[in-house]
C-alpha cells in the first residue's frame, strides 16, 4: 500500500486531501479526472484517447520560456491501476515522509508541493512518460480552466472570461 492513511489524515487543508483522492478514484477506477470549472471546447471524442496512448494522458501547463515544466493535475485521465499514478502518490507519502510530517504553511506553494501539480509533475517524470497536451490544448483548444492558475483569486474572473470567449 501506499501508507497514505497518515499524510492524509495531517494534511492541514483540505485541498491537499482533495488532490490526493482525485488520483485515488483515477487509480483504482480509472478514468478522466477535471476540476469543475474545466469547460470542453471540442468534443473530447475528438481528441481524448485512451487507445492511442499509454494508458495516461495529461498536459503541460507551463508557460513559455519558463525553465520549470509544470504538469497539469487539474485535467488529466488513466486507466486502473496505472503505475504513474501510483508512483505519484508513492511520492505524496515520501514528501510527507521527508518533512517529518511537518509541513511548511507558511510557504507560498506547499499545496502545490506536497499534493499538486508540482509533486504531480515529479511523479509523472519519474514514471518516464511525457504530457500529451500543451499549454494551448489545456487553455483555448480542447478545454478551457475557468479559474486557472492565474485566475483562481478573481471571483468575477469565470463568469467575464466565459462572456468574453462566446462573443468570439
Known amino acids: 500500500g501506499h501508507c497514505l492513511v497518515e499524510p492524509y489524515d495531517s494534511f492541514p487543508l483540505n485541498v491537499m486531501r482533495a488532490d490526493t483522492c482525485r488520483l485515488l478514484v483515477i487509480y483504482f477506477y480509472g478514468g478522466i479526472y477535471m476540476d469543475l470549472d474545466v469547460h470542453w471546447m471540442r468534443p473530447i471524442e475528438d481528441w481524448f484517447n485512451f487507445s492511442a496512448s499509454s494508458g495516461i494522458l495529461f498536459?503541460?501547463?507551463?508557460?513559455?520560456?519558463?525553465?520549470?515544466?509544470?504538469?497539469?493535475?487539474?485535467?488529466?485521465?488513466?486507466?486502473?491501476?496505472h503505475r504513474c499514478i501510483a508512483i505519484t502518490l508513492d511520492e505524496i507519502v515520501e514528501r510527507y515522509r521527508s518533512?517529518?510530517?511537518?509541513?511548511?504553511?507558511?510557504?507560498?506553494?506547499?499545496?502545490?508541493?506536497?499534493?499538486?501539480?508540482?509533486?504531480?509533475?515529479?511523479?509523472?517524470?519519474?514514471?518516464?512518460?511525457?504530457?500529451?497536451?500543451?499549454?494551448?490544448?489545456?487553455?483555448?483548444?480542447?478545454?478551457?480552466?475557468?479559474?486557472?492558475?492565474?485566475?483562481?483569486?478573481r471571483t468575477d474572473s469565470w463568469t467575464a472570461a466565459r462572456e468574453e470567449l462566446w462573443k468570439k
Do not use: Q
Open 59 to 81: 498536459g503541460n501547463e507551463t508557460r513559455r520560456g519558463y525553465p520549470n515544466p509544470g504538469y497539469c493535475n487539474w485535467f488529466f485521465g488513466a486507466r486502473r491501476g
Open 99 to 153: 518533512v517529518g510530517g511537518i509541513i511548511n504553511v507558511s510557504y507560498e506553494h506547499f499545496v502545490h508541493d506536497h499534493t499538486g501539480p508540482n509533486i504531480f509533475t515529479v511523479g509523472m517524470k519519474k514514471c518516464g512518460v511525457e504530457p500529451v497536451y500543451s499549454r494551448a490544448d489545456l487553455i483555448r483548444i480542447n478545454i478551457w480552466h475557468a479559474h486557472g492558475s492565474v485566475a483562481w483569486n
